[in-house]
């Protein structure tokens, strides 16, 4: 076998591509991270700035995004509330992702 040949392994439960799927795929969590970027957004300004999203997932969503610490949240204990979202260290470590995704989007669709 070749030196630079890679081996690819089964794809089961312990499979770095299959839980990095399980965290990342859907239809809007890399949209919801790509939007927070390196600011702090409040839930209306995510909301604007994704075209298409209900209210239901984008809380599904964002919960989901805290819950695995992509996403932080901080409430203000304001009438009416006020949330605030910003992205941790592991939801910045994303954005090389986000980055190939959107070259391969620019190149090829």
């Keep these: 076998m070749e030196k630079n040949q890679k081996i690819i392994l089964q794809s089961d439960e312990n499979c770095p591509v299959r839980k990095s799927l399980i965290i990342l795929s859907g239809k809007w969590r890399l949209l919801i991270v790509f939007q927070i970027n390196e ?44 949330v605030e979202y910003s992205l941790t260290k592991l939801g910045l470590d994303t954005f090389p992702i986000i980055d190939k995704l959107a070259a391969f989007g620019l190149e090829n669709l």
């Design 39 to 82: 600011r702090v957004l409040r839930y209306g300004e995510l909301k604007r700035a994704i075209p298409g999203i209900s209210e239901k997932m984008l809380i599904q969503e964002l919960n989901f995004l805290v819950e695995h610490k992509f996403v932080t949240k901080k409430s203000f204990p304001e009438i009416p509330p006020r």
